[in-house]
């Protein structure tokens, strides 16, 4: 038999597995089933750590204000399956725009973001 292949992860099921080799090197049947020219190992390892994912948020609320300093957020809309988020459960966005604009389109003048817990 081959050396054992390296473990398919390092947490959770795992597998590895070697395979039936002749006396020359090479793989080789040696008259039996195909299923039977490879083993496998199967063992389950220590819990896997969910990896730290980014909140999944929801739309941008509307600005507060159509033209001077204004604020915007949105809030978290879940996490991710499997995931361990970490960070703020909401989200500001802050803004100046030019209120001689008569356009009715946003000037921006200046902008920023900002998190926060929300009282949460």
Known sequence: WSDWSAWSATCGAVDRV??????????CSCG???ETNVQHDVQ???????PVCDWAYSEWHSWSTTCGFGTR?????????????TGSKVTW????????????????????????????
């Not at 389950?44 to 969910?50: E, H, I, P, T, V």
């Not at 957020?73 to 988020?85: D, F, L, M």
């Not at 000037?107 to 929300?118: A, I, K, L, P, Q």
């Open 18 to 27: 070697r395979n039936l080799v002749c006396r020359n090197g090479e793989l």
């Open 32 to 34: 039996r089933l195909p």
């Open 44 to 50: 389950k390892l220590g819990a896997c750590a969910n």
């Open 73 to 85: 957020y949105r809030e978290v809309a879940g996490c991710p399956e499997g995931c361990a988020c």
């Open 93 to 120: 966005e802050n803004r100046r725009t030019d209120c001689t604009n008569s356009s009715g389109s946003d000037n921006v003048v200046t902008d920023g973001s900002s998190s926060g817990n929300g009282g949460s």
